[in-house]
């Protein structure tokens, strides 16, 4: 189950890095093109070059959140863990309880002799 969710966020975070990838061909073909046709003046409203700068900020936002999604990540993966070992350490006292018990059942049980029944 662990090995299941480690390759899960694996296959999360290589498609975040894919699509970070496709971002930064996409404004670099945008870039070629506009450069090829754009006229050596253009006007404010017609410049896309404003367009690229905020394809910029909004891939820098996207780092952010793929950083942040790595952090979250590896917390989680080790908030699975520390629940994990509290879980096997609570069963392992659980089990002890209940030998214990058990014991104490068998020992009275001999002690009344037929009168119990296990």
Do not use: W
């Not at 003046?41 to 820098?60: D, F, I, M, R, T």
């Not at 993966?77 to 309880?97: F, H, K, P, Y």
Request: proline share 3%.
């Amino acid at each position: 189950m662990i090995d299941t969710e480690i390759f899960q966020e694996q296959i999360f975070v290589d498609n975040f890095q894919k699509a970070e990838s496709d971002l930064d061909y996409i404004q670099h073909r945008l870039e070629f093109e506009i450069m090829k046709s754009l006229p050596d003046n253009p006007a404010a409203e017609e410049n896309p070059v404003a367009l690229l700068e905020e394809l910029s900020v909004v891939k820098s936002r996207y780092k952010t959140l793929c950083m942040q999604l790595e952090k979250v990540s590896l917390e989680q993966r080790e908030s699975m863990n520390g629940i994990r070992a509290a879980l096997e350490n609570t069963m392992r006292i659980v089990q002890a309880l209940q030998q214990r018990t058990d014991l104490q059942v068998v020992l009275l049980c001999h002690l009344l002799g037929s009168h119990c029944s296990t």
